[in-house]
């Protein structure tokens, strides 16, 4: 299976300040249809996910265009440029190209 | 306007089973992959497995494989997964999301396993 690795899995932010999170994966997640299947939520406490980007640099309807991703085959981020209250939760990566779909293990946003 | 509901908190038995439902508004399930995620206390998501209801087709992850039974019921728009032989660390959230990038979730089904 594919392995994600979320790094950090805790960051500290202020209100305003830039951050980018990581996400490294064992494997090239470029698919033979040319399509990257890499993706990033957002769960908020309490709640239930919600996506944020869409094959790794899609932004989703609806989403702040503070958030953006890029990368390609196994090395992956998403940043978020300017920091607002209502960022903070955890965040996945989740990968699609290789069956079983896989999980990153998260990285924590909390206020400084 | 999507919306997944999903059925309400379920207190099992070890050893027995639950199913859980999954009745999506606003959207075909025909036409889209219908995913089941789960979230144990204070942990991070774990991906159970995928229907695609048009065909009946699943995949499962590993070790969930003798755990959870997906199925799809396209007339009434809605999916389900059954979890049997209930143990406590099935005690989790779990969620069902729609489509190939999780763009749609259910607010989730909380399961405890207890006697």
Redesign the interface.
């Known amino acids: 299976?594919v392995v994600l690795t979320q790094t950090p899995p805790t960051l500290s932010a202020t209100i305003g300040q830039s951050v980018s999170i990581s996400c490294r994966s064992s494997q090239s997640l470029l698919h033979s249809n040319g399509n990257t299947?890499l993706?990033w939520?957002l769960?908020r406490p309490g709640q239930?996910?919600?996506?944020l980007i869409?094959?790794v640099s899609r932004l989703?309807s609806g989403v702040p265009n503070r958030f953006s991703g890029s990368g390609s085959g196994t090395d992956f981020t998403l940043k978020i440029s300017g920091v607002e209250a209502e960022d903070l939760g955890?965040y996945?990566c989740?990968q699609?190209t290789h069956?079983?779909?896989?999980?990153?293990?998260?990285t924590k946003l909390e206020l400084k | 306007e999507v919306q997944l509901q999903q059925s309400g908190a379920e207190l099992g038995k070890p050893g027995t089973s639950v199913k859980l439902s999954c009745k999506v508004s606003g959207y075909n399930i025909r036409n889209t992959y219908m995913?089941w995620?789960n979230q144990r206390p204070g942990k991070?998501?774990?991906?159970i497995?995928?229907i695609d209801p048009a065909n009946g087709n699943t995949?499962?992850?590993?070790k969930f494989k003798s755990k959870a039974t997906l199925t799809a019921d396209t007339s009434s728009n809605t999916a389900y997964m059954q979890l049997s032989q209930l143990k406590s660390d099935d005690t989790a959230i779990y969620?069902c999301?729609m489509n190939?990038?999780?763009?749609y979730?259910?607010?989730?089904t909380l399961v405890t396993v207890s006697s």
Do not use: C, K, M, N
């Not at chain 2, 995949?59 to 590993?62: D, L």
């Not at chain 2, 979730?105 to 989730?108: I, R, T």
């Open positions: 299976d299947y993706h939520l769960q239930s996910p919600q996506l869409y094959l989703e955890v996945y989740v699609g069956a079983p779909w896989t999980f990153g293990g998260g | 995913h995620v991070g998501l774990e991906w497995g995928r995949i499962y992850a590993e969620f999301a190939h990038w999780f763009a979730w259910g607010q989730g």
